[in-house]
Antibody, heavy 120, light 112 residues
Framework: QVHLVQSGAEAKEPGASVKVSCKASGYTVSSYAMHWVRQAPGQRLEWMGW????????KQSQKFQGRVTITRDTSASTDYMELSSLRSEDTAVYYC?????????????WGQGTLVTVSS | DIVMTQSPDSLAVSLGERATINCKSSQNVLYSSNNKNYLAWYQQKPGQPPQLLIS???TRESGVPDRFSGSGSGTDFTLTISSLQAEDVAVYYCQQYYTTPSFGQGTKLEIK
């Protein structure tokens, strides 16, 4: 059974960085890509980027280019998403979400979400 | 980027009645080489992450009740709930995965 368990809620000041973890179980992590999607209050789901299976290549949405870093620790079955230079508009629930297949943009399983609040 | 637009934004339907949600993509999401539409539907209940209901525009995921069905091709798609149950109250999102993912704005489904 696939499970994605994310780290807990974070409160950050503007200009800081946040790193969210996503521990996977129930499947071979290195065989699947992982997407990161966020949902700001009252807003639609927004794709941030992903880390691909196998080679670990990453791709980010242009909107987050230069601010988001996605990494993977295969030995720990854990993926990470770090967002820097936080601003109030980054207040959102951040999800890790597994790709249906290697290289696929279809998402089949989601983590429980991590609330990140950015406020001075 | 492909923009996804859903209609309506909210919908109230009586228990046992049909609910229909529409989704339009700004570009074709039908891949000609395999004749597949790269379109998914998700259900999100309050405080929970989205759950995949339908992929490839019309393929129900395992465990999804058969009252949920998807249709459409190219740029226009529909999610239909044939007989609304109380547990179907949620926000529904369409998503294209033809290119980097993008989602509709969501449709909030309530009981009338």
């Amino acid at each position: 059974q696939v499970h994605l368990v994310q780290s807990g809620a974070e409160a950050k000041e503007p200009g800081a960085s946040v790193k969210v973890s996503c521990k996977a179980s129930g499947y071979t992590v290195s065989s699947y890509a992982m997407h990161w999607v966020r949902q700001a209050p009252g807003q639609r789901l927004e794709w941030m980027g992903w880390i691909n299976a196998g080679n670990g290549n990453t791709k980010q949405s242009q909107k987050f280019q230069g601010r988001v870093t996605i990494t993977r620790d295969t030995s720990a079955s854990t993926d990470y998403m770090e967002l820097s230079s936080l601003r109030s508009e980054d207040t959102a629930v951040y999800y890790c979400a597994r790709a249906h297949a290697s290289g696929s943009y279809l998402i089949d399983y989601w983590g429980q979400g991590t609330l990140v609040t950015v406020s001075s | 980027d492909i923009v996804m637009t859903q209609s309506p934004d909210s919908l109230a339907v009586s228990l046992g009645e049909r609910a229909t949600i529409n989704c339009k993509s700004s570009q074709n999401v039908l891949y000609s080489s395999n004749n597949k539409n790269y379109l998914a539907w998700y259900q999100q209940k309050p405080g929970q992450p989205p759950q995949l209901l339908i992929s490839w525009a019309s393929t129900r995921e395992s465990g999804v009740p058969d009252r949920f069905s998807g249709s459409g091709s190219g740029t226009d798609f529909t999610l239909t709930i044939s007989s609304l149950q109380a547990e179907d109250v949620a926000v529904y999102y369409c998503q294209q995965y033809y290119t980097t993912p993008s989602f509709g704005q969501g449709t909030k489904l309530e009981i009338k």
